[in-house]
């Protein structure tokens, strides 16, 4: 696999696999763009985690004490700009352990989010091949990193999103996560 310093850039030829995989739903000019800004991102966690405390620092003052100039539109735009920035550090407070793999594991879940995003189907874990999210995996690999993605290093990807990221509802009685166990009741009803 590609390492995350390389100079690879998506090619023409790979988008028509990954265009093929997308639910009928999708926007593939959305997905596009997205794919090629994953392919894009080289920073590590930690840099990003630096760029976004700066700009909330550097903002927090024009947003309590606004300049007399700064229209009420701008103004808005830094208060949402800012609330992105907290999000952004929120979502790299789960990716904390530390491995080799750390980042291209971090793109391959953002892949699955868009996805998911784009209304996919809910990603199952089975051996099949012909799964459209592992289609869609392995097709947006390529196009990003240039090689294939093996099926049983799929399946981990998907397993493991799907273990931390998938719930079930119940009609508004809760949620349960999908790798829970169900405890039945001793209780008679």
């Not at 208060?79 to 790299?92: D, I």
């Not at 998907?158 to 996560?177: H, P």
């Amino acid at each position: 696999m590609a390492e995350p310093g390389n100079s690879y850039t998506p090619s023409e030829k790979n988008w028509p696999a990954v265009e093929k995989t997308l639910p009928a739903s999708a926007d593939s000019v959305r997905v596009r763009a997205e794919l090629e800004r994953i392919a894009r991102d080289r920073l590590s966690p930690r840099e990003l985690r630096r760029i976004y405390e700066s700009l909330i620092r550097n903002y927090k003052p024009l947003i309590v004490w606004p300049p007399i100039t700064i229209t009420e539109e701008k103004l808005g735009n830094l208060k949402q700009e800012t609330a992105w920035c907290k999000q952004q550090l929120a979502h790299l407070g789960i990716r904390r352990r530390k491995n080799t793999r750390m980042l291209q594991t971090l793109r391959l879940r953002a892949i699955l989010f868009l996805w998911k995003e784009q209304g996919g189907t809910a990603p199952v874990v089975t051996n099949r091949e012909d799964e459209p999210v592992k289609q869609y995996l392995r097709a947006a690999h390529e196009f990003v990193w240039g090689n294939d993605l093996s099926a049983s290093r799929a399946k981990k990807v998907i397993s493991a999103w799907v273990k931390l990221f998938m719930t079930a509802e119940f009609d508004g009685a809760g949620t349960l996560r999908a790798d829970a166990s169900i405890i039945p009741s001793t209780q008679a009803d």
